[in-house]
T-cell receptor, first 112, second 115 residues
Framework: SQKIEQNSEALNIQEGKTATLTCNYTNYSPAYLQWYRQDPGRGPVFLLLIRENEKEKRKERLKVTFDTTLKQSLFHITASQPADSATYLCALDPNYGQNFVFGPGTRLSVLP | EAGVAQSPRYKIIEKRQSVAFWCNPISGHATLYWYQQILGQGPKLLIQFQNNGVVDDSQLPKDRFSAERLKGVDSTLKIQPAKLEDSAVYLC?????????????FGPGTRLTVL
């Protein structure tokens, strides 16, 4: 069956360290993958989109990798800050229709 | 630029009652989405509109859920009758362009509790 899995439910890291979040998928062949941030009581906010032929993409302190062989995307936040604490969702293109399918999310807490 | 507006923010009803949610997308955005997000899960697409036409409603439980987008702007999502498992946050999103490269902008959501 098709499945999207993200890190264990919660990830705690110390301020200043690099946070690495994982998105693994099974029985999908996505051409695109997105990452979103969601704060409590708010809707998701789009962060980055990466295509299958782009191994890596960066935006400020954010870096996303996409490995179609491992069927995995990694999302890195360097020099993490308490303000980065949120739930991070990956979403992939299931290669049918126009829309993305979301993973369950990982709740990141950056401790001061 | 104003964001996606949703109301109400919270709603508590008893099972078998009906409920309606309203969404006003960002001005000029032709594509509108409704998602259901159950606690601890990612959003699940219920329906996508392009202007006032339905593009994808494959995951909408049509026996109890309905949605419309009159005049291609505002949209309402209705549940009738509600079940306990409908307790979730209902998110509305809009995008300027449809398709996989169209960035979606989400509203704050309506938290529905069915007792």
């Amino acid at each position: 069956s098709q499945k999207i899995e993200q890190n264990s439910e919660a990830l705690n890291i110390q301020e200043g360290k690099t946070a690495t979040l994982t998105c693994n998928y099974t029985n999908y062949s996505p051409a695109y993958l997105q990452w979103y941030r969601q704060d409590p009581g708010r809707g998701p906010v789009f962060l980055l989109l990466i295509r299958e032929n782009e191994k890596e993409k960066r935006k400020e302190r954010l870096k996303v990798t996409f490995d179609t062989t491992l069927k995995q995307s990694l999302f890195h936040i360097t020099a993490s800050q308490p303000a980065d604490s949120a739930t991070y969702l990956c979403a992939l293109d299931p290669n049918y229709g126009q829309n993305f399918v979301f993973g369950p999310g990982t709740r990141l807490s950056v401790l001061p | 630029e104003a964001g996606v507006a949703q109301s109400p923010r919270y709603k508590i009803i008893e099972k078998r009652q009906s409920v309606a949610f309203w969404c006003n997308p960002i001005s000029g955005h032709a594509t509108l989405y409704w998602y259901q997000q159950i606690l601890g899960q990612g959003p699940k697409l219920l329906i996508q509109f392009q202007n006032n036409g339905v593009v994808d409603d494959s995951q909408l439980p049509k026996d109890r859920f309905s949605a419309e987008r009159l005049k291609g702007v505002d949209s309402t999502l209705k549940i009738q009758p509600a079940k306990l498992e409908d307790s979730a946050v209902y998110l509305c999103a809009s995008s300027l362009v449809s398709g996989k490269l169209g960035e979606q902008f989400f509203g704050p959501g309506t938290r529905l509790t069915v007792l």
